[in-house]
């Protein structure tokens, strides 16, 4: 019975921690992205460090290689990476430059992504990852935030970035920046 106790108390311990250090809002590291306009102002900084567009429309997605959350995360990203090759959209995946070396074990995770390294001071105010932005016909903001809603959120459903690809797809997407939400992350410059 004591053993059970021990236990007991090791897995609170655990799940403590794991709360204090993953679970947090989207933007608790950097309140600015509240401000559409300062995400605008943001995103279109970043499409000028990335190659030319080439379809319709890409997702961007940020992701640490060295993340805990990512056990979570990596179904979205496949599912989302299926969606938008089946829609003809480009998907890219920005990780830090430091991680260079992990990009071939990176590309064999998911192979229909284009891999790309950005210095860590070229996005150094972004908030979380991993998370994902949707860039647009005219190269507008169309999505801002994470793969998914919630700490364990639905593993069968990629929803709203489902969602706004195909509503891009249709022509009827309006800009969505999900920035308040509660999930698992880790700081961009971790």
């Not at 709360?19 to 608790?28: C, R, V």
């Not at 700490?151 to 309006?174: N, P, W, Y």
């Amino acid at each position: 019975m004591a053993g059970l106790g021990v236990w007991l108390v090791c897995l609170l311990a655990l799940a403590s921690w794991y709360q204090a250090h993953y679970i947090h809002g989207f933007t608790d590291h950097n309140p600015k992205f509240l401000n559409a306009d300062h995400n605008d102002q943001w995103f279109e900084n970043l499409i000028t460090l990335l190659p030319p567009k080439t379809s319709q429309g890409r997702v961007i997605q940020f992701w640490q290689p060295k993340c805990l959350c990512n056990r979570f995360a990596l179904p979205h990203s496949l599912k989302n990476t299926q969606i938008a090759r089946s829609l003809g959209v480009e998907h890219i995946t920005i990780i830090p430059s430091r991680y260079q070396s992990d990009i071939p074990t990176l590309q064999a995770l998911n192979p229909n992504t284009q891999l790309i390294t950005l210095d860590e001071k070229q996005l150094s105010d972004w908030p979380a990852s991993p998370s994902v932005l949707i860039e647009g016909p005219f190269s507008q903001l169309l999505y801002i935030g994470p793969l998914g809603y919630g700490a364990f959120c639905s593993q069968a459903s990629t929803g709203v970035i489902e969602q706004q690809l195909i509503h891009m797809d249709k022509g009827t997407i309006r800009p969505f920046h999900n920035v308040v939400g509660k999930g698992c992350f880790c700081p961009w410059n971790e």
